[in-house]
């Protein structure tokens, strides 16, 4: 029988929806995939499953909102804060050991401009901003299980919200490109969170 | 108490659960819909009409065995309740009753 695309399945089991609703929808994709596969061929089929787990999408959602307790609400508040901290902990633990090296190797003042709000390459910006975003969501897909790309999402969103307000309360000139970096923070963490539901892909069968 | 009300879609799921009885499952109800609406309806919509319709009480469900093949799989089944053939009747008779008196087929507005 044809195996469904794990990164498809994973992420559809990864959003929450209650194990009955997740699990009929899973298996009917999984069946209509067999039968595709026999009639279209493989990649036919593997084009199909794709686009119809993208529709079936805010379906599964929508049953996670609707299964939605107080509990639930404050475990996700829980998870985000928490791996928040988590990953500004590694961050600044990194820096300081890259600092460190640095200093040592008599080379600190090619890090000095780091510290600095202007004047760090754009490139470097998001390529830093996005490692952390996609360690930030792998965080939080670890710490929930059930639902790890609902967990880096919301992760994201908050994240992004608390840089959105800091840029406005700090800075009076804002770059353009730092209202892009709520972006690249929101696709980081979901793809951290993808790639820690893809790790557990095999749990949920 | 007054009896939920049915939507467009959700008349559709419950007819089309009635008219396959016992291969009332989720791959079928959707193929069958499909085909008698001409639209591709997700599996996700079909499965959020099916539970609507399970949560007012029109349809109930029940899990089988997973089925005697290689990498067989268990499916849910579904079927009316009274309820949802009583809402069915209902909206049958509703029908019937607002296109009462249109003789001649509805034709086009012409462009």
Known sequence: MTQPPRLAEAFLASLGAQPEFRDAVLD????ELALRTQWDGVRAARRWYYREAIRSTPYLLRDWVRGLRLRDVSRLAGVVLTSYVFMTMIAL???????????TAGLSTGLQWLGQRHGIPLALTFALGSCAAVLGGYIAGWLHARAPIVAALALGAVWSLV????????????????????LVVVIGTMTGGALRARGTAAHWR | MKTPSLGALELTVLLAVARLGEEAYGLAIRRDVSARTERDYSVGAVY?????????????SRTTDPLPVRGGRARRLFEPTAAGRRALREAQRVATSVWAGVGRPIRPEPI
Do not use: N
């Not at chain 1, 840089?163 to 709520?182: D, N």
């Not at chain 2, 959020?48 to 109930?60: H, I, N, P, S, Y």
């Open chain 1, 28 to 31: 009917d994709l999984a069946e």
């Open chain 2, 48 to 60: 959020a009409t099916l539970q609507r319709l399970e949560d007012k009480g029109f349809l109930r």
């Open chain 1, 163 to 182: 840089g959105l307000v800091a840029i406005a309360a700090v800075e009076s000139t804002v770059p353009p490109h730092a209202y892009l970096m709520p």
């Open chain 1, 93 to 103: 633990t990194v820096l300081t050991i890259a600092r460190s090296v640095m200093g």
